[in-house]
């Protein structure tokens, strides 16, 4: 079961920046924090992930607490496109770095 | 170069019937995982296989469900006597490796089940 928890749903205006939240109550230490969107109809696509540190890419940031128990997802300037469900997971670096685990995310509504 | 594919997108089963979803790896993938989203779920691990090996299948349930990727051609994921609890979104990735930040998805294979 998921581990995460996250708004079920929120809005932001075109062109303004989408701040997405999730709460990792009860991540360990090598346990990564990564985002997936997707889009309608369509399979998941990865958007950025990261351990300790704030990390950008030419997607989104992913900003991480320093105790690590919750992160947010930016993107910069949101556009229509970018309406989708966000999901925020937790995976480990060992054995098992292969399986994502999502909840059941948030929907962004992206309004002209 | 192609994504992964999936087919059929939509599969229509009726209760006792079995169902058979195909994948195909991008160009260079050796590593095939499926993952099952029911409806307003996350999405859940199933398995993850290799060419011709089935490295961890922990997330699939133990009976009427089974997978494979031989040598040659698509991965099958397959489901025998099909209930309507089975009815979900089947997910597809594969990567060049192990590791998530190589795992691409196919569209979903959508198992409607009667």
């Known amino acids: 079961d998921a581990k995460t928890t996250q708004p079920p749903s929120m809005d932001c205006a075109e062109g303004r920046a989408a701040n997405l939240p999730c709460n990792h109550s009860?991540?360990?230490?090598?346990?990564?924090v990564y985002w997936y969107r997707q889009i309608h109809s369509q399979g998941p696509q990865y958007i950025i992930h990261g351990l300790k540190n704030n990390e950008t890419n030419e997607m989104a940031s992913l900003i991480i607490t320093e105790d690590r128990k919750s992160s947010t997802l930016i993107l910069p300037h949101a556009t229509l496109r970018d309406t989708a469900v966000y999901y925020c997971g937790e995976i480990g670096s060992g054995g098992s770095n292969y399986k994502l685990t999502f909840g059941k995310g948030t929907l962004l509504t992206v309004n002209p | 170069n192609a994504g992964v594919m999936q087919n059929p997108r939509h599969l229509v089963r009726r209760r006792g019937q079995e169902a058979r979803l195909r994948c195909s790896p991008m160009k260079g993938h050796s590593h095939v995982y499926w993952y099952r989203q029911l409806p307003e779920e996350g999405l859940k691990f199933m398995v993850y296989l290799q060419k011709e090996n089935i490295i961890d299948e922990s997330g699939m349930p133990k009976e009427r469900f089974s997978a494979e990727f031989p040598k040659e051609g698509p991965s099958i994921l397959r489901i025998q006597q099909v209930v309507r609890g089975d009815s979900a979104a089947y997910f597809c990735?594969?990567?060049?490796?192990?590791?998530?930040?190589?795992?691409?998805f196919g569209p979903g294979t959508r198992l409607t089940v009667l």
């Open positions: 009860t991540i360990s230490g090598n346990e990564y």
């Open positions: 990735a594969s990567s060049p490796g192990q590791g998530i930040q190589g795992q691409f």
